[in-house]
């Protein structure tokens, strides 16, 4: 059985928070780069820069990157990857990048969505915002931004959902192997 760990109003509190904090560290929104990672992370960054909008009065540009053949895991997998989309509409170069993924776990996506930035140009720093930090990094990655931290075993799966994808807001927990 699953657990709720976050609801709709909780996320959306989460992502406010996330937003002030993001304006304070850089001192507004002009030099910011929001850019969602595949799949969950596209609809955050999204949710972010609106908030970070009804703020500033200015939404920061808004990338989304596929990081799939950046992985280190792809010759691991069976069968041909999917590809999703990758638009970065502006420039990078000499911004503040703010990734934006759903869950950081073993922090290899992050490492992933890395160096694929690095191939649209070079910012002049790179942030990172979670909604979800669960634990268990196998690298040294850190976020700068986070939703939550949620202590979880190995065993366990975090699920969020997303009404853009016609789903209830929420995030869950559930132990593997349970319906």
């Known amino acids: 059985m699953s657990k709720e760990i976050l609801s709709r109003d909780e996320i959306n509190r989460a992502l406010t928070r996330m937003a002030h904090e993001i304006l304070e560290r850089n001192r507004g929104a002009e030099n910011i780069r929001l850019v969602g990672i595949q ?44 590809i999703k989309k990758t638009d970065m509409p502006v420039s990078i170069d000499g911004k503040c990048v703010v990734l934006v993924d759903d869950v950081i776990f073993t922090g290899r996506t992050i490492r992933a969505a890395m160096d694929a930035l690095m191939d ?46 016609g789903e209830d807001d929420r995030v869950t927990l559930k132990r593997e192997g349970e319906p």
């Open 39 to 82: 799949r969950g992370g596209v609809y955050l960054a999204a949710r972010l820069a609106g908030k970070i909008c009804g703020i500033e009065g200015v939404a920061p540009p808004l990338g989304s990157l596929d990081i799939t053949l950046y992985r280190d895991d792809l010759k691991l997998k069976k069968g041909l990857p999917t």
């Open 120 to 165: 649209f140009g070079r910012p002049a720093l790179i942030q990172l915002a979670v909604l979800i930090d669960r634990g268990h990094r196998e690298l040294p990655i850190k976020a700068d931004y986070v939703g939550k931290n949620i202590p979880t075993a190995r065993g366990e799966n975090v699920k969020v959902q997303f009404a853009e994808e």
